[in-house]
């Protein structure tokens, strides 16, 4: 599907710039180190925009070689740095940003995020004609259009690595533990993590957390046996302490409760995260070069898709159905 492209009339691009912004996610410098690749074959200059969006506004841009891209694909994080900049969400702060773009002499931009960066792309694309592709790029794997975003492989890895761990001692002692991990609007990574953990329960913000039915779970397992319980951080429950406090509430019993927290975003990226990270690298700065604008440049299916960015965030993408119902049946 081709959304989104620019007149035809429109000069042809001699300098692109690319950043990453919102929450960091592992692969973001593979994904970095192929759009300065790609682009430099393709004859474009390339810009690294410092900070994300509050370095766009700030004027913080360094040119991209082959040397300040060298030895970082394998490395967590992103060498761009990153933030999440309050000032982008008003008019003023787009069209500071803009004049900088322009100051800069910037063609066309790559920019590497989740629904957050979506929503200011767009409004760059919408508001002032910026030439722009956005990449997924968080381990929320929360947007719509793309299979799997850059980051959540190597995220799901981590956490299920903790949670190894965790079972190791709750099977010792014989607890019950609420381990929360990330996911704001979706439950990704905990169906993900629960299956591949053997959770007893798993809390996401996709379906109801029903306090009886966790109850029944707990005690099907057996008092003083080793019970692991994921929570994804955005279930309607509030997270792990709170539907730890619930249960120690209702029924007496007391549990331990873990936070994975940032550690699931950080560490170096898996290979499928590499790869995908580098694909998609080199599609956005193809797709610039193709005319499209205003579109996420994502992966379905095994081929590269063109997705308009307004489309990530109004449609839902939601956690396959089977996950939970796979987990339940192999408790
Ligand atoms: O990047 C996505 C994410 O990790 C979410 O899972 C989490 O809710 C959020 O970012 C945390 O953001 P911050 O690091 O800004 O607190």
Redesign the pocket.
């Given at each position: 599907m081709v959304v989104g492209k620019i007149a035809l009339f429109s000069p042809p691009m001699q300098r692109i710039a690319v950043f990453t912004s919102?929450?960091?996610?592992p692969g973001m410098n593979a994904h970095v180190r192929a759009v300065e690749r790609t682009a430099q074959k393709r004859g474009l200059e390339v810009i690294g925009i410092i900070g994300g969006y509050a370095g766009m506004i700030a004027g913080h841009y360094e040119v991209l070689d082959r040397i300040r891209t060298a030895n970082i694909l394998d490395r967590g994080g992103t060498v761009l740095k990153t933030s999440?900049c309050e000032e982008f969400h008003k008019p003023e702060g787009r069209a500071k940003a803009v004049e900088q773009l322009r100051k800069h002499g910037i063609d066309g931009v790559v920019a590497c995020g989740?629904d957050g960066t979506f929503h200011g792309a767009h409004f760059l694309a919408k508001e002032h004609g910026v030439r722009i592709v956005g990449t997924p790029g968080?381990?929320?794997n929360d947007l719509w259009g793309t299979d799997f975003t850059i980051g959540y492989d190597t995220a799901i890895n981590t956490a299920a690595q903790a949670i190894d761990k965790i079972r190791d001692t709750a099977d010792s002692h014989g607890r019950l533990f609420f381990v929360e991990v990330?996911?704001?609007h979706a439950g990704f990574?905990a169906v993900d993590v629960g299956v591949a953990c053997g959770a007893e329960y798993i809390a996401v913000p996709e379906t109801m957390t029903d306090i009886e039915v966790l109850y029944q779970r707990i005690m099907a397992q057996g008092l003083h046996k080793r019970t692991v319980v994921i929570v994804g951080?955005?279930d309607q429950s509030g997270g792990a302490m709170q539907l730890a406090r619930r249960i120690e509430d209702a029924y007496g019993i007391g549990s331990k409760v873990s936070i994975l927290g940032?550690m699931?975003?950080g560490g170096a990226p898996t290979v499928r995260d590499r790869v995908l990270a580098a694909r998609l690298g080199a599609a956005a700065v193809d797709a610039l070069l193709d005319g499209h604008t205003n579109v996420m440049i994502g992966e379905h299916n095994g081929d590269i898709a063109f997705v308009p960015l307004e489309q990530t965030w109004n449609q839902r993408k939601s956690v396959p159905p089977y996950l939970l119902d796979l987990a339940t049946l192999l408790v």
């Amino acid at each position: 599907m081709v959304v989104g492209k620019i007149a035809l009339f429109s000069p042809p691009m001699q300098r692109i710039a690319v950043f990453t912004s919102g929450g960091d996610a592992p692969g973001m410098n593979a994904h970095v180190r192929a759009v300065e690749r790609t682009a430099q074959k393709r004859g474009l200059e390339v810009i690294g925009i410092i900070g994300g969006y509050a370095g766009m506004i700030a004027g913080h841009y360094e040119v991209l070689d082959r040397i300040r891209t060298a030895n970082i694909l394998d490395r967590g994080g992103t060498v761009l740095k990153t933030s999440r900049c309050e000032e982008f969400h008003k008019p003023e702060g787009r069209a500071k940003a803009v004049e900088q773009l322009r100051k800069h002499g910037i063609d066309g931009v790559v920019a590497c995020g989740g629904d957050g960066t979506f929503h200011g792309a767009h409004f760059l694309a919408k508001e002032h004609g910026v030439r722009i592709v956005g990449t997924p790029g968080t381990i929320d794997n929360d947007l719509w259009g793309t299979d799997f975003t850059i980051g959540y492989d190597t995220a799901i890895n981590t956490a299920a690595q903790a949670i190894d761990k965790i079972r190791d001692t709750a099977d010792s002692h014989g607890r019950l533990f609420f381990v929360e991990v990330m996911g704001r609007h979706a439950g990704f990574i905990a169906v993900d993590v629960g299956v591949a953990c053997g959770a007893e329960y798993i809390a996401v913000p996709e379906t109801m957390t029903d306090i009886e039915v966790l109850y029944q779970r707990i005690m099907a397992q057996g008092l003083h046996k080793r019970t692991v319980v994921i929570v994804g951080e955005g279930d309607q429950s509030g997270g792990a302490m709170q539907l730890a406090r619930r249960i120690e509430d209702a029924y007496g019993i007391g549990s331990k409760v873990s936070i994975l927290g940032h550690m699931q975003r950080g560490g170096a990226p898996t290979v499928r995260d590499r790869v995908l990270a580098a694909r998609l690298g080199a599609a956005a700065v193809d797709a610039l070069l193709d005319g499209h604008t205003n579109v996420m440049i994502g992966e379905h299916n095994g081929d590269i898709a063109f997705v308009p960015l307004e489309q990530t965030w109004n449609q839902r993408k939601s956690v396959p159905p089977y996950l939970l119902d796979l987990a339940t049946l192999l408790v």
